[in-house]
């Protein structure tokens, strides 16, 4: 597939009537994932491309963290799974689980937390049977290997991937999850397959030496699109991408459409300049004009 330019969406952050009708919708999205104070990753991701989206997002920390580990040991904590769903009892008391269509999960910190989320899936279907969910696996990537406990990860394969309607592995996760090794389009796609997830999106494909690319499974066809590889890029590039995805099919609009979107975007974001002092961010919020609808 192809990679289009950015669509002509930095002129359309001012579409009222869009921005409108979500407001009548009420649609909500309940994300669970990592939060962190400075920097764009987990939920620091998410909420800048949601909210110039026009869709609101619920976040619901597994980890409260000062900065990306990556930078240097961080400060914080992660959430009790009692917690976790204290909060969603607060949720609830407002009337809000039945307005939610998606769920979504990122990084957990302890397989305890894992099986809190599954109890508050099983309460937004009680709520709402038509809401989705979708898993990220986050449990590790190349050339790190697996970097949450193994606990962690066994909860993550036992418990969620089961109950997903869409997996966003990255190609490390998908060998994990499916024990396929993830060499190019041909292998990802053989192991998207083999998942039996109604819809799979396999990301950091290899595709020849220099480029990297996306496989998205769906009962219909196979998507792939790929661009060239970067030496190095800054943390949240997965997390943008599902915020990215998830906004696009929210709004109706076609896989193959979300999917050229969300990789020239990114790809645009990459291209802008960064603050050369401090630790390499994605800079979502300067660029919320590139954020907008498309």
């Known amino acids: 597939m192809a990679l289009s330019g950015i669509f002509g969406h930095r002129n359309s952050v001012h579409d009222k009537s869009y921005l409108d009708s979500q407001a009548m919708n009420g649609k909500f999205v309940l994300s669970i994932q990592s939060d962190v104070v400075y920097g764009h990753v987990g939920l620091a991701a998410a909420r800048p491309i949601f909210s110039a989206q026009g869709i609101e997002l619920l976040g619901l920390p597994t980890v409260l963290l000062s900065h990306h580990p990556g930078h240097s040991a961080p400060r914080g904590r ?8 204290s909060l969603v009892d607060g949720l609830e008391s407002l009337g809000l689980l039945s307005r939610i269509d998606i769920v979504a999960t990122g990084y957990f910190a302890q397989s305890g937390q894992i099986a809190a989320a599954a109890r508050i899936i099983a309460r937004l279907k009680s709520c709402n049977p038509a809401v989705q969910f979708w898993c ?3 449990m590790g990537d190349e050339p790190r290997g697996l970097y949450v406990p193994d606990a962690v990860a066994d909860a993550l394969c036992a418990e969620l991937v089961p109950l997903a309607d869409l997996l966003l592995p990255n190609a490390f996760e998908a060998r994990y999850l499916t024990g396929i090794d993830i060499r ?3 292998s990802a796609t053989e192991a998207a397959r083999s998942l039996a997830t109604r819809e799979v999106l396999v990301t950091s494909v290899p595709d020849g030496h220099d480029r990297i690319g996306v496989v998205w499974k769906s009962p219909d066809d ?7 590889r970067l030496e190095s890029v800054a943390g949240g590039m997965g997390d943008s991408f599902a915020a990215l995805i998830l906004c696009q099919r929210m709004r109706g609009i076609d896989r193959p459409a979300a999917l050229d979107h969300a990789m020239a975007t990114l790809r645009a974001l990459l291209d802008l300049p960064r603050d050369p002092v401090l630790p390499p961010e994605l800079p979502l919020a300067s660029a919320s004009y590139l954020l907008a609808p498309g």
Do not use: H, S
């Not at 992660?78 to 769903?85: G, K, L, Q």
């Not at 196979?222 to 060239?228: Q, S, W």
């Open 222 to 228: 196979i998507l792939f699109a790929a661009d060239r």
């Open 136 to 138: 990220d696996p986050v």
């Open 184 to 186: 190019d389009r041909q």
């Open 78 to 85: 992660a959430t009790p799974a009692t917690e976790m769903e």
